[in-house]
T-cell receptor, first 114, second 115 residues
Framework: AQSVSQHNHHVILSEAASLELGCNYSYGGTVNLFWYVQYPGQHLQLLLKYFSGDPLVKGIKGFEAEFIKSKFSFNLRKPSVQWSDTAEYFC????????????FGKGTRLHILP | EPEVTQTPSHQVTQMGQEVILRCVPISNHLYFYWYRQILGQKVEFLVSFYNNEISEKSEIFDDQFSVERPDGSNFTLKIRSTKLEDSAMYFCASSEGPGASHEQYFGPGTRLTVT
């Protein structure tokens, strides 16, 4: 069975700091990988996704993530965060061409200090 | 941009009552899903639905739950006899093709509170 582990439950940063949120998954087969964001009071939005191809994926709002297959990781990065990035971030995985269901991590609550 | 919509945004019900949560998927999408998020916990898959049939369901999706596409636009989740532990945010999602190879688009959620 697949599982997703997010290392940080709560991260506090100042504006302009660099961000890296860790994500590891457990699954022996080929996967699709996702980062979703949930801004306060809003619904889940897709930040970026990896289905195949270049393991360095660029998403919206300056976010990127790198799929490192050997480490089963898909860490999310942003070089310089803004106050508006305050939100909860979810890493997620599904088994490519096999399972429709997406397995989510527990989420990381990011708080940016102005 | 097309969106998944859900109604109501918040539903309060008493234990033992039936509730129906409604979703309108994106119009050209053929695959539909329900997920839930209990407060403070992770988002969990409940069920996927395609061609008027359940294609996959989780252990959570027991006989108390059912899904239906009653017309060409709505996709519903029914909980027959609600329990306190059913209190959660319920998210509907849809995708153009199978979720295993296509992006799922999520709705804003319905917060269900069972008292």
């Amino acid at each position: 069975a697949q599982s997703v582990s997010q290392h940080n439950h709560h991260v506090i940063l100042s504006e302009a700091a660099s961000l890296e949120l860790g994500c590891n998954y457990s699954y022996g087969g080929t996967v699709n990988l996702f980062w979703y964001v949930q801004y306060p009071g809003q619904h889940l939005q897709l930040l970026l996704k990896y289905f195949s191809g270049d393991p360095l994926v660029k998403g919206i709002k300056g976010f990127e993530a790198e799929f490192i297959k050997s480490k089963f990781s898909f860490n999310l990065r942003k070089p310089s965060v803004q106050w508006s990035d305050t939100a909860e971030y979810f890493c997620a995985v599904n088994a490519r061409n096999r399972d429709d269901k997406i397995i989510f991590g527990k989420g990381t609550r990011l708080h940016i200090l102005p | 941009e097309p969106e998944v919509t859900q109604t109501p945004s918040h539903q309060v019900t008493q234990m033992g009552q039936e509730v129906i949560l409604r979703c309108v998927p994106i119009s050209n999408h053929l695959y539909f899903y329900w997920y839930r998020q209990i407060l403070g916990q992770k988002v969990e898959f409940l069920v996927s639905f395609y061609n008027n049939e359940i294609s996959e369901k989780s252990e959570i999706f027991d006989d108390q739950f059912s899904v239906e596409r009653p017309d060409g636009s709505n996709f519903t989740l029914k909980i027959r006899s609600t329990k306190l532990e059913d209190s959660a945010m319920y998210f509907c999602a849809s995708s153009e093709g199978p979720g295993a190879s296509h992006e799922q688009y999520f709705g804003p959620g319905t917060r269900l509170t069972v008292t």
